[in-house]
């Protein structure tokens, strides 16, 4: 039925074309960031410059892969692709190599690979699968639990290596759910959650339920003589309490002490958090020496010489702030928000509903990791490290981003087959 | 709402951030001022590396002063490199070839230029080090050893490789790391944690005062001292009876665990891995590849136990209650154990029962009891499983579990490997009739035999051994270490078992090794093997081996030694095995003229034979 699909393929350039640009700055960025000595070659696989090079032309061969399959594929077997990064994920257990205190990786050779990357594809895919489904109501509290059930998993897997930063990207699908149906209250409680967790982790259960205790009393007396407020408040209270007390619990007794290190390194609550103090104030004075034109390329001595670690990794946007100024920063920020307008562009003229919350599903998660990296690097957001896409060096996230940004192009560009 | 949704998100971000840069980058000046005026150093302090001792306080590795130099090649002003080299007493040639190889390295990084300077060199260095710009002097310590020994287990600390800098960002190019034995097993207590202090430095690359009063500075925290399990006495008695052998002893202390002497042999001073001479000592020993000194026998060598292993299968048979110490078997120089198979043996008198067969070592015996523990179920896969898993139990094929970074896991068959190897599922339990022997497809490392007999000591328990024992004077609370592990055998199977053992010496084949005044159980072991010349395979003179433990009761040490080719096990392992024991437990040798035939004993002869590319002559 579909055989005429390539025919008819018109893939959206523009978005390529943004696409195109942040790999390349990624690119050049990172060879800056990377070379410290004196190299002469592009492609010097020992070094990180070299290996992205490589990922960047492997990705599009994947891209290729992407588009020559039909594209019901992907509807059809988001399923089948579930299954298979979710046991790749369980498998980590058993077969995954402890890299920097999360077991993350696979190692075959000198080839490493992050399941977690993949999985959000994956995640993608079966997400606008089940939305896409006329039936699906998230008031309904079937289909609400069902489908969180399905994001739960995979991000419980990925917290549990530990890797929070990763596991986080996932409540870009409740975006998802929310966008679909779900009930405005859901954010609400997903946003006391997150801040009733760090409370936790960072003042202890008592403070803070203290805090939410002074919280509800101030609402009490705002909300002055409207019916009906004491008994969702209290409600409210003791939700948070118990969910303080399990985290509290969850966090002393199951964590091992090494999942409890990287915690409190992330939340900053370790004595050895000086060398990461030491690096973020590193990162801004990188990033505030780079004044409006930059250094210019090559140029940029402060990201050089192991101040900042994963300087090529997750915090290559100093890189670009040091070498390429205000001036720079303002373009790649641009060309993102060009690009995350566009994709929800995109979105509106999409045919089938599935297409249409697949690329939900798109938008969120690269928001997310945009919204989280950059703030994290000129420190708005706490240290949470997660990658900037195309930006940053690695295989696995660069390829995770290329499918899933081109599976969308991709039923993008056959959307008119589709009848 | 929701349909304007994401883009009010993504629009309220992007605006945030811009905010942000413009004040970080466009309206406070102080960061382009420190990054412009100020450049920070760091001077790290490394904490002393803790000192090994073993089980009795004898000190056995402790620390000298070294000192490296060290380069930032972007800091390299012109500088006279032809007086430079002389004092580093190096050619003015490699000078520039290393300068290009710290360069490529990084111009910002430091880099060792020349590692491990001597005081004296150091100290004529030092006065003039002002002259050259970007060079600095780096202090560390090394190793220094008390003793000439058991380089296997303390293995050797050299500077980190550049992969594991990649992998843990603790460590920077010319840190020392723990490469193997103990020094790889304990980096992390022996290392400590090294410090920073980190200082400004002005334009002209003065130090003008600590960075920031010091806050991000780190005091570093002294490394912990380790006492080992192993009696460097007994260790260093090994060695010397294994000079000019090859193989391994393995001596635990049952009721611990502990390991109290793991010999290898051939063995190296482990001085010769410290210093300037390291690198090349260290190609010595690695591409020495026929002796292969760094090849700890005592933890990776695989060989097949032979008829030590005959111990476990009566154990295993009494269990299964397929025989009773009463059994008799017959034996006329072997058996038929199937129809035209014929498995030899030595002369010996016939019927055999329990004991005789052990201290006989029968070969008919053996290989009855075995089939007899397989044919009990109903199918041979049943049996073998079975069989294994009692086996298994005793810490044979797979890891045992010690501290020391390497090993192997043996191998102990099951059903599974059978029907690989006769894909119909069609074998009978005589197929495998060699592993009633200890022959066959089982393989066994030194420290497992040395381990199984702890556990028949104990009478049905082990200890998994380890190395260390006490850390920072305290004793280890290692629950893998301090946990009894139990076989699958009853204990009261053990003692007519044992009996037998004890009469290896008294009238088995342990006779000649008999020491008067103490009382051990032992069993001796021969094993064929195999090597290929030419793609042909061909036989070499059988390993000896000899596994014992003593006293009687309360056992004090257990022991296996293993002398390759030695031919039987009485001739080389038994002696080495009864030698070890006496010193252990009474301090002084009785029988000189055997630890002078065992201390003079040489087998290089033996292990020229294959290499000579003419025939010879095997078991002479």
């Given at each position: 039925m579909n055989t005429s699909g390539s025919r008819h393929l018109k893939p959206d350039w523009v978005i390529i074309f943004l696409f195109i640009c942040l790999a390349g700055i990624g690119f050049v960025n990172i060879y800056s960031a990377s070379v410290s000595g004196l190299e002469v070659s592009?492609?010097?696989?020992?070094k990180p410059h070299g290996k992205q090079l490589m990922f960047i032309g492997l990705s599009s061969i994947l891209i290729l892969l992407i588009f020559s399959l039909d594209s019901k594929f992907y509807e059809r077997f988001a399923f089948v692709f579930y299954l298979i990064t979710t046991l790749l994920l369980i498998g980590l257990f058993i077969f995954g190599k402890k890299i920097s205190g999360a077991t993350s990786w696979y190692v075959f050779g000198g080839v490493s690979i992050q399941p977690s990357e993949f999985a959000k594809v994956s995640c993608a895919l079966l997400v606008a699968k089940y939305l896409?489904?006329?039936?699906?109501?998230?008031?309904?509290l079937k289909d609400l639990s069902v489908l969180s059930l399905w994001i739960f998993i995979p991000a419980f897997l990925i917290l549990i290596q530990p890797d929070a930063g990763s596991a986080l990207v996932f409540t870009a699908f409740f975006l998802v759910m929310y966008l679909h149906s779900l009930s405005g209250w859901f954010v609400f409680a997903g946003f006391s959650a997150i801040i009733m967790f760090l409370l936790t982790l960072l003042l202890g259960s008592t403070w803070a339920i203290g805090v939410v205790l002074g919280f509800c009393v101030l609402l009490y007396f705002l909300l002055?003589?409207?019916?009906?407020?004491t008994g969702p408040l209290l409600l409210f209270f003791s939700i948070c309490v118990v969910f303080s007390l399990s985290v509290n619990y969850i966090f002393q007794e199951v964590f091992e002490q090494r999942h409890r290190d990287r915690f409190n390194i992330v939340l900053g609550l370790?004595?050895?958090n000086r060398d990461i103090g030491f690096n973020t104030y590193q990162s801004k004075i990188a990033l505030g020496s780079?004044?409006?034109?930059?250094?210019?390329?090559?140029?940029?001595t402060q990201t050089k010489?192991?101040?900042?670690?994963?300087q090529h990794t997750d915090y290559i946007f100093t890189t670009v702030g040091e070498e390429w100024g205000f001036a720079g920063s303002f373009v790649v920020i641009a060309l993102f928000v060009l690009f995350l307008l566009r994709l929800l562009h995109l979105i509106n003229r999409q045919k089938t509903a599935f297409a249409k919350w697949y690329g939900f599903g798109v938008v969120c998660v690269f928001f997310i990791h945009f919204a989280i990296n950059i703030g994290m690097v000129i420190g708005v957001v706490p240290t949470i490290g997660i990658p900037l896409p195309?930006?940053?060096?690695?295989g696995s996230s660069l390829w995770g981003f290329t499918l899933l940004l081109f599976i969308f192009i991709k039923l993008d560009a056959t959307r008119y087959n589709e009848w | 709402m929701r349909r304007f949704f994401l883009h009010g998100l993504i629009l309220f971000s992007a605006v945030v951030f811009v905010a942000k840069l413009a004040q970080i980058?466009?309206?406070?000046?102080s960061y382009e001022l420190i990054a412009n005026n100020i450049s920070i150093k760091k001077v790290y302090d490394f904490p002393e590396r803790g000192y090994i001792y073993d089980?009795?306080?004898?000190?056995?590795v402790s620390n000298q002063p070294s000192y490296d130099i060290m380069v930032i090649p972007r800091e390299v002003?012109?500088?006279d490199s032809i007086e430079f080299s002389k004092l580093l007493k190096i050619r003015p040639e490699d000078y520039s070839q290393m300068f290009s190889k710290a360069k490529h390295y990084s111009l910002d990084l430091p880099s060792v230029f020349?590692?491990?300077?001597s005081k004296e060199d150091f100290a004529a260095l030092q006065e003039k080090m002002?002259?050259?710009?970007?060079f600095y002097i780096q202090k560390r310590s090394l190793r220094d050893y008390q003793?000439?020994?058991?380089a296997n287990i303390l293995g050797y600390i050299a500077e980190v490789n550049e992969a594991k800098i990649a992998q843990n960002n603790y460590y920077q190019m010319g840190d020392l790391i723990g490469i193997q034995g103990v020094e790889k097993a304990y980096e992390d207590e022996l290392r400590g944690v090294k410090g920073v202090k980190r200082y400004q430095k002005d334009r002209l690359n003065r130090?003008?005062?600590s960075f920031k009063d010091g806050i991000y500075d780190t005091l570093p925290s002294q490394g912990k001292d380790l006492e080992l399990t192993i009696d460097i006495e007994l260790q260093s008695y090994g060695e010397m009876l294994m000079q000019n052998k090859r193989g391994g002893i393995v001596a635990i202390e049952p009721k611990t665990g502990e390991i109290l002497a793991l010999v290898n042999a051939p063995s190296y001073d482990p001085?010769?891995?410290?210093?300037?001479?390291r690198s090349r000592n260290f190609t010595k020993l690695y591409y020495d590849?026929?002796?292969?000194?760094?090849?700890?026998r005592g933890l990776l060598a695989e060989y097949?136990?032979?008829?030590?292993f005959k111990i476990l299968n009566a154990l295993i048979a009494l269990q299964e209650g397929v025989?009773?110490?009463d059994t008799k078997v017959y034996c006329h120089n072997g058996y038929f154990y199937a129809r035209g198979s014929f498995m030899k043996c030595h002369s010996h008198?016939?019927?055999?029962?329990l004991d005789s067969g052990i201290y006989n070592s029968c070969n008919a015996y053996f290989g009855t009891v075995y089939t007899r523990t397989l044919e009990k179920f109903a199918t041979p896969q049943l049996g073998i499983d079975n069989w294994a898993k009692h086996v298994k139990s005793?810490?044979?094929?797979?890891?045992?579990?010690?501290?020391?970074?390497t090993g192997k896991k043996g191998l102990v068959p099951t059903s599974v490997y059978y029907n690989r190897a006769y894909p119909n599922g069609n074998w009978r339990p005589a197929a495998t009739v060699s592993n009633g022997i200890g022959q066959g497809e089982l393989l066994t490392t030194p420290i497992q035999l040395a381990n199984f007999t702890a556990a028949i000591a104990n009478r049905g328990f082990y200890y998994?051994?380890?190395?260390?024992?006490?850390i920072e004077g305290k004793r280890i609370e290692v629950p893998e270490y301090t946990e009894k592990k139990t076989t699958?055998?009853?204990?009261?199977?053990f003692e007519p078992v044992i009996e037998g053992m004890f009469n290896v010496f008294e009238k088995g084949t342990g006779r000649s090794v008999r020491v008067e005044g103490i009382e051990i159980c032992g069993k001796t072991g021969t094993a064929e093997n195999f090597t290929k010349i030419d793609g042909k395979r061909v036989q070499l003179t059988d390993h000896s081996i000899f596994i014992a433990f003593a006293p009687?009761?309360?056992?004090?040490i257990a022991i296996a030694v293993f002398v390759e080719n030695?031919?039987?096990?009485?001739?080389?392992a038994g002696p080495i095995a009864s030698l070890m024991i006496q010193k252990h437990l009474n301090?002084?040798?009785?029988r000189k003229d055997l630890e002078k035939r065992m201390l003079e004993g040489s087998l290089l002869f033996e292990y020229d034979k294959p290499l000579s590319g003419e025939p010879f002559n095997i078991n002479q």
């Open positions: 592009l492609l010097d696989l020992s896409s489904d006329n039936q699906v109501d998230l008031k309904n002055g003589k409207r019916k009906h407020k370790t004595e050895d780079g004044g409006f034109w930059g250094k210019g390329f090559m140029e940029g010489g192991n101040f900042v670690p994963e195309f930006f940053s060096y690695g | 980058q466009l309206l406070d000046n089980r009795n306080g004898t000190l056995l002003k012109e500088i020349v590692p491990q300077l002002w002259k050259f710009e970007g003793t000439r020994h058991a130090i003008i005062s001085a010769l891995l410290v210093g300037r001479e590849t026929i002796a292969k000194p760094l090849y700890d097949p136990p032979g008829s030590t025989v009773s110490e008198a016939s019927p055999v029962d005793f810490g044979l094929g797979d890891f045992l579990g010690y501290d020391l970074p998994t051994p380890h190395i260390i024992r006490k699958t055998i009853d204990p009261k199977h009687k009761d309360n056992p004090k030695g031919y039987w096990g009485a001739r080389w301090d002084s040798i009785s």
